[in-house]
T-cell receptor
Framework: KQEVTQIPAALSVPEGENLVLNCSFT??????LQWFRQDPGKGLTSLLL?????REQTSGRLNASLDKSSGRSTLYIAASQPGDSATYLC??????????FGKGTKLTVNP | GAVVSQHPSRVICKSGTSVKIECRSL??????MFWYRQFPKQSLMLMAT?????????EQGVEKDKFLINHASLTLSTLTVTSAHPEDSSFYIC??????????FGSGTQLSVL
């Protein structure tokens, strides 16, 4: 059974700092890995999707890496802003086509 | 752009009553709708998968008679929590998948059963 773990559970940083969120998964047989952002009352927003054959994806200040063999992914946020404050979820899609989510990392960026 | 509209955003009900949650796909046709729930400090967990016009497929441990899912059209799916109990209090969120495979999530429904 696939399990997804996200560390840390919560993170508080000053504005402008670069930061890394970690995600690990137990079964490396995945189709893809996604990073989502969860804002209260606004649902989930897909940030980056990395196919199993890819090693990283970039979108603006966000960069996500994938090391499938070791079961790890990182989300790098450059020059963090208060608007980045949210819960970030990692999810993997495997052979059953189900998304398995981690518990999330709650990020607070202080002005 | 493609959006999934989910209502209500928050509902409080008495134990034993039924609650219906609606998800509508706007600007796209959701051939598949996924329903998740999230207990505090826990992961989003898939409850069921529904394809338009057919019966939903429920995950292990999810009672199909308690959580009724209707996906009668390509733009509307509903989840009805029947005879709700306090242990059903949770955050419920839907996700619509279009032809391209991309997922679009609703804004979620916080259910509190007294």
């Amino acid at each position: 059974k696939q399990e997804v773990t996200q560390i840390p559970a919560a993170l508080s940083v000053p504005e402008g700092e670069n930061l890394v969120l970690n995600c690990s998964f137990t079964d490396s047989a995945i189709y893809n890995l996604q990073w989502f952002r969860q804002d209260p009352g606004k649902g989930l927003t897909s940030l980056l999707l990395i196919q199993s054959s890819q090693r990283e994806q970039t979108s603006g200040r966000l960069n996500a890496s994938l090391d499938k063999s070791s079961g790890r992914s990182t989300l790098y946020i450059a020059a963090s802003q208060p608007g980045d404050s949210a819960t970030y979820l990692c999810a993997v899609e495997g052979g059953s086509e189900k998304l398995v989510f981690g518990k999330g990392t709650k990020l607070t960026v202080n002005p | 752009g493609a959006v999934v509209s989910q209502h209500p955003s928050r509902v409080i009900c008495k134990s034993g009553t039924s609650v219906k949650i609606e998800c509508r796909s706007l600007d796209f046709q959701a051939t598949t709708m996924f329903w998740y729930r999230q207990f505090p400090k826990q992961s989003l967990m898939l409850m069921a998968t529904s394809n338009e016009g057919s019966k939903a497929t429920y995950e292990q441990g999810v009672e199909k008679d308690k959580f009724l899912i209707n996906h009668a059209s390509l733009t509307l799916s509903t989840l009805t929590v029947t005879s709700a109990h306090p242990e059903d209090s949770s955050f419920y969120i839907c996700s619509g998948q279009g032809d391209g495979g991309k997922l679009f999530f609703g804004s979620g429904t916080q259910l509190s059963v007294l």
